[in-house]
Structures are given as structure tokens and as C-alpha cells.
């Protein structure tokens, strides 16, 4: 017989199979230290421990031989990059090997054991005063934060950043964080810029962040919260998953001070808690534990669009950082079996599902988003998104339906505006509106001496896009207003 555990830990000993009698020498060990919050804390991570897994990789052989390398092996990156390129040349046809790996099903009891018990350590001494019981189990007791390949983390980064604990104590919290900044930029290269990395690795491992010494901003912002948690302070990823009004996401932190206060934080920036600079069409805070609110919590998995809308281990926190309102919406007659609609926003010339509302009554509500931003709601049904509504501009007193009316026609004349668009010769124009697809009014060529387009028969209260034949996906959204003046989105 087993040991009595709380049911969510019944039910996530059952799930690890043999691996069981790891989570259970990891129990063992908090219940001999007679220590309650101990107990809790494994209880806490066990509970949640069925939604992570680790992302990796390994070099196999065309032979599917798993050929032995592990980058840190060697001093420095520079060195493993050469030695994988050596054993490339010996290896012709060797290619990286994707692979995913459940936390419940591989995690060892030591592992879980060591990390407990150094968070502890590191809650006991932190130089922030009052950390609650439940912001310890979620932002500084995790051994992960993301999808990333599993290694002890704490006692290297306990080491390298054991500066900023007395140098809270001497200056303050939030006075030391410029200096956590300057300390990461003068030996960690943001590669945001650079395209993906040539290995298939979502996310750096927390040894391999301090080893390569470059990510982008996802990896950065994985390194503040092992920095951070490393010196007990409380720390997590906010992300946003898409701008609303340019194409891309983002990632940063949260750091909470005295009183579990959050402090936005980005390395990216100068200042602390500094505003955002666009529209975020939701920013997420990243948890260990799984929120019951969220649409993964209770939908099944194949009716939610593939992505983080899947997730159930984020909180939203939008209001944090832009004024935010709730958008009611009126739905299109749906012969189809839904109970969830999608709010998209327009990425990469795509609208994208960032968030959800139930339906009732044909009518449904997006909560907290963002103002001076357009939403467009879908349905989800076999793996395809199905217009459920008109566009809608998210209003600082009121949301507007765009809904192309046919019987006010006009003509509207496109010019050149820096920072949005350059008229350039030989190359062509596309005026869409959008009435349940993009659907064209004109083709237009510019020549040498186009300094304008004028297009004919656009209709009035219509969501437009300027397409280009030299198009790299950064073409937004539009509306066009009695006067002529655009407003893009």
C-alpha cells in the first residue's frame, strides 16, 4: 500500500509509472525533516508536475546511431561549436534529433531533493522581506521556468550572482536592478536580431544560458529568473505572445520586491517597470502552477488553436501594462457545436488567436484588452479559424464594428508617410477590405513619379490593408476616416 498523499499528488504518482519511486524518495525526504512547508513545497511541485517537460536534442548518425556530445564538456562555446563541426566531417549525414521528455515520467528524487532544498536556503536569506508562502512555491522554489533541458542550476548561478543579495541590502531592491542589467549586457549578447538558432532548441538550458553566452529576448528573460530565484527573490516571465500593432512577441520579467510586489523588468531597457512601448495584444505571466481559470483547465486540447492558448500554467496581467476594457461582441449564427470564440489580432499577415470568450446566447466578452487595438473573433473547427464577427477597435469609451457598407462608396488617396509606407517604383499595390476574408478593390503599379494611390470605390466603415508585391510581412491593418487620415493598427 501506499502512502496517503493529497489527490492531485495521488493522481501525479499514478501518472509517473516507474518513475514513481523517485517523486517518493523526494517526499520521503521532506517528511523525515519535519518540516510542514517542506512537505507542502514537494507536494506543490508534484501536484503541478505533469504539464512540464523538457524540449531537447541530441546528434544522431544517418545510421540513427546516437553519436556522444554534450557542448558542456568543453571551456567555452566556441570550442564545442568546433568539435560538433569535427565530428560533423566524421559523420557524414549526422543531424540533430529532437526529442521531448516528461518531468513525472524522468525527473530524478536527488535532483528534486538538491532544489528544494537550496530554494529553501535561498527563501530563508533572501534580501526581500515578506515573501508569502504561495510566491515562494511558484517563483523561486520551480527548478524550471520554460520548456528547457533540465540542469541544476542553482549553485552556478548562486555563485555568479552572489553580488546582488548585499547590494540590495546596501542601496534597495529596485535601485540595484539597472545594475543586474548593465552586469547581463556586458557578457550576454541579445541575438533577437540574428533568426533562430541553427540548433532545434526552444529554450537554453539554465547551465547553457551562462555557457553560450547569447539567446534572445526568450532566453534573456529565462536568465533573470534564474538570477533572481538563485538569491531568493521571487521572479517569473512575463510574455507577450503578440504585439497587436506590429508583427512578433516578446519576452520579459517580473521581479517581486518587499511584500511580493511585482516589478516589471526588461533587460532590453533602461528603466525598471518603463512602459511599453506599442501594444501588447496580452501579456502572461508564466507559472508553475496550473490556473483552473484557464481555457486549457477545462477545454479539451483539439478544440484550442494550437499554441499557449493550450497552456494552463500562466496568469493574465495585461492591466498591469496598458489600459485595458472588456470587448462585447456580437457573434455570426453558428451551425457549429462551439462554446469557445477566439479574439485574434493580425501578425505576420495572419490573424493570429491570443485569447478566448465563452459563448452565450450568440454573444460573447474578450476580458482586459488593450485599447487602441483591433480584435477580429473566430470560431476553432478542425484545425482552421472561421470568422465568428466583424473586426473590432478597441475604444477608450467605445468599440467600433467595422462592417464594410456598400452603399457609401468612396475614393481614397494613399500616400507616402515615413515610418509607414514608401511609394516605390515598379512595384505594385494591393487595397484589400476585410468582409470575412481579405477581398480586393484595385491593383495599382507605381511608376518613377507615383507620389500617391488613388484608389475608387472603397467602402466607408472597413478594416483596409495595403499589400505590396515586395511584401516582407509587415503590412498593418487600417482604417481611413472622413478627413482622409489613416489610423493603423
Not at 536534442?57 to 546511431?65: A, F, I
Not at 520586491?257 to 495584444?281: I, M, S, V
Not at 509606407?421 to 468582409?435: A, D, G, T
Not at 511608376?447 to 500617391?452: A, C, M, Q
Request: charged letters at 25%; a neutral charge; aromatic letters at 14%.
Amino acid at each position: 500500500m501506499y502512502a496517503q498523499h493529497p489527490v492531485a499528488v495521488e493522481q501525479n504518482l499514478k501518472k509517473a509509472g516507474s518513475n514513481r519511486p523517485e517523486l517518493e524518495k523526494a517526499i520521503a525526504h521532506c517528511q523525515q525533516t519535519n518540516d510542514p512547508k517542506k512537505l507542502q513545497a514537494i507536494y506543490f511541485l508534484i501536484a503541478n508536475m505533469d504539464i512540464h517537460q523538457s524540449a531537447d536534442y541530441y546528434w544522431e548518425s544517418k545510421d540513427g546511431q546516437k553519436i556522444a556530445y554534450n557542448e558542456l564538456d568543453y571551456p567555452d562555446f566556441n570550442e564545442a561549436s568546433k568539435v560538433i563541426e569535427y565530428i560533423k566531417t566524421q559523420n557524414p549525414g549526422l543531424r540533430p534529433k529532437p526529442f521531448k521528455s516528461n518531468d513525472i515520467e524522468t525527473i530524478k528524487g536527488d535532483f528534486l531533493i538538491n532544489n528544494l532544498e537550496k530554494a529553501f536556503d535561498a527563501w530563508k536569506y533572501s534580501p526581500v522581506k515578506n515573501i508569502s508562502f504561495d510566491a515562494f512555491c511558484d517563483y523561486i522554489l520551480p527548478y524550471r521556468i520554460n520548456i528547457e533541458p533540465l540542469q541544476e542550476w542553482r549553485t552556478a548561478y548562486s555563485t555568479k550572482f552572489s553580488w546582488i543579495t548585499p547590494k540590495i541590502k546596501d542601496i534597495g531592491f529596485e535601485a540595484i536592478l539597472p545594475y543586474v542589467t548593465d552586469e547581463a549586457n556586458s557578457w550576454f549578447t541579445n541575438t533577437w536580431s540574428f533568426g533562430k538558432r541553427k540548433d532545434p532548441l526552444p529554450r537554453l538550458g539554465s547551465l547553457q544560458l551562462l555557457f553560450r553566452k547569447q539567446g534572445p529576448c526568450e532566453d534573456l528573460a529565462d536568465l533573470g529568473v534564474f538570477t533572481m530565484r538563485s538569491q531568493g527573490i521571487p521572479a517569473t516571465v512575463d510574455f507577450i505572445p503578440y504585439w497587436a500593432t506590429t508583427k512578433g512577441g516578446h519576452a520579459l520579467n517580473a521581479f517581486f520586491g518587499d511584500n511580493n510586489q511585482p516589478t516589471h523588468f526588461d533587460y532590453g531597457t533602461k528603466e525598471y517597470n518603463e512602459k511599453l512601448r506599442r501594444e501588447p495584444a496580452k501579456v502572461l505571466r508564466t507559472t508553475y502552477s496550473k490556473n483552473p481559470q484557464n481555457l486549457a483547465s477545462f477545454e479539451e486540447q483539439d478544440k484550442i488553436p494550437k499554441g499557449f492558448l493550450r497552456e494552463t500554467n500562466f496568469l493574465d496581467v495585461t492591466n498591469e501594462y496598458w489600459k485595458t476594457r472588456n470587448v462585447k461582441c456580437s457573434l455570426y449564427p453558428n451551425q457549429l457545436p462551439n462554446k469557445i470564440v477566439y479574439a485574434c489580432t493580425f501578425s505576420s499577415l495572419r490573424w493570429q488567436p491570443f485569447w478566448w470568450g465563452k459563448i452565450i446566447n450568440n454573444d460573447s466578452q474578450f476580458d482586459q484588452i488593450c485599447l487602441g487595438t483591433v480584435v477580429l473573433p473566430q470560431y476553432y473547427s478542425n484545425e482552421k479559424m472561421i470568422p465568428a464577427g466583424a473586426p473590432i477597435i478597441v475604444g477608450e469609451t467605445e468599440n467600433t464594428v467595422l462592417t464594410p457598407d456598400f452603399n457609401q462608396l468612396q475614393d481614397i488617396n494613399i500616400k507616402s508617410l515615413a515610418n509607414y509606407l514608401i511609394i516605390k517604383p515598379n512595384v505594385s499595390y494591393k487595397l484589400m477590405y476585410w468582409n470575412n476574408k481579405w477581398q480586393l478593390t484595385e491593383t495599382i503599379t507605381a511608376t518613377e513619379t507615383t507620389v500617391s494611390l488613388l484608389f475608387h470605390k472603397v467602402p466607408k466603415n472597413a478594416l483596409l490593408l495595403l499589400l505590396s508585391s515586395d511584401s516582407k510581412g509587415l503590412e498593418r491593418p487600417f482604417i481611413i476616416d472622413d478627413t482622409g487620415e489613416r489610423t493603423w493598427f
